[in-house]
């Protein structure tokens, strides 16, 4: 079945520094990829997404690409601020031939930054 | 501003005592999704709803039940609480069942005396 690994956490990085989030996948067919960000307390929201291989998804300064080749969508971020301190859900959807649609996710990744 | 909204936002109920949380929507999203997030997971589906078609998860336990009485509200019934369902649940929608990203609401917190 499809599986989302991501790197563990809790990662924690000083203001301004440079942020990579590794996510890989393992899917039959053609997915579509997303990042989740949950802040503490609150649901998940939506940060990016792609749809098809070497496809771009950024919002916030948050980027990651599509990569089919090495079925990767690592999330990165140039200079991180204390603000962007949450748990990061690599996520893929696809339908399956079972007729079950669903969102599969990694186990989440905890980021603290700190000043 | 369009969003699904969850309530209450945190649920306080007895073991074996019944207890519905719900979630309304105002996106007209055709999907509407619970899930279950326990302390530091990934949330995990439990059913959604397609319109009025229910779809259960394999692994959800039938002490789960839902409702989706119109296309704005869904309910999530849980009839005999343990303390193993103390958890984040987590209600979603989407405009379809896949290649779309789903919505979420804040959450309801659900604890379990």
């Known amino acids: 079945g499809d599986s989302v690994t991501q790197m563990e956490g809790p990662v924690t990085l000083s203001e301004e520094a440079f942020l990579t989030i590794n996510c890989t996948y393992t899917?039959?067919?053609?997915?579509?990829l997303f990042w989740y960000v949950q802040y503490p307390g609150e649901g998940l929201q939506l940060l990016l997404k792609?749809?098809?291989?070497?496809d771009k998804g950024s919002n916030k300064g948050f980027e990651a690409t599509y990569r089919k080749e090495t079925t990767s969508f690592h999330l990165e971020k140039g200079s991180v601020q204390v603000s962007d301190s949450a748990v990061y859900f690599c996520?893929?959807?696809?339908?399956?031939?079972?007729?079950?649609?669903?969102?599969?996710f990694g186990k989440g990744t905890k980021l603290s930054v700190i000043p | 501003d369009a969003m699904v909204i969850q309530n209450p936002r945190y649920q306080v109920t007895q073991f074996g005592k019944p207890v519905t949380l719900s979630c309304s929507q105002t996106?007209?999203?055709?999907?509407m999704y619970w899930y279950q997030q326990k302390s530091s997971q990934a949330p995990k589906l439990l059913f959604h709803?397609?319109?009025?078609?229910?779809?259960n998860e394999a692994d959800t336990p039938d002490n789960f039940q839902s409702r989706r009485p119109n296309t704005s509200f869904c309910f999530l019934d849980i009839r005999s609480p343990g303390l193993g369902d103390a958890a984040m649940y987590l209600c979603?929608?989407?405009?379809?069942?896949?290649?779309?990203?789903?919505?979420f609401g804040d959450g309801t917190r659900l604890s379990i005396l």
């Open positions: 979603a929608t989407s405009r379809e069942r896949a290649y779309q990203p789903q919505h």
């Open positions: 899917a039959t067919g053609y997915p579509s």
């Open positions: 792609a749809t098809k291989a070497d």
């Open positions: 996520a893929l959807s696809e339908v399956s031939g079972a007729g079950s649609y669903q969102l599969t």
């Open positions: 996106l007209n999203h055709n999907v």
């Open positions: 709803y397609y319109d009025k078609d229910f779809n």
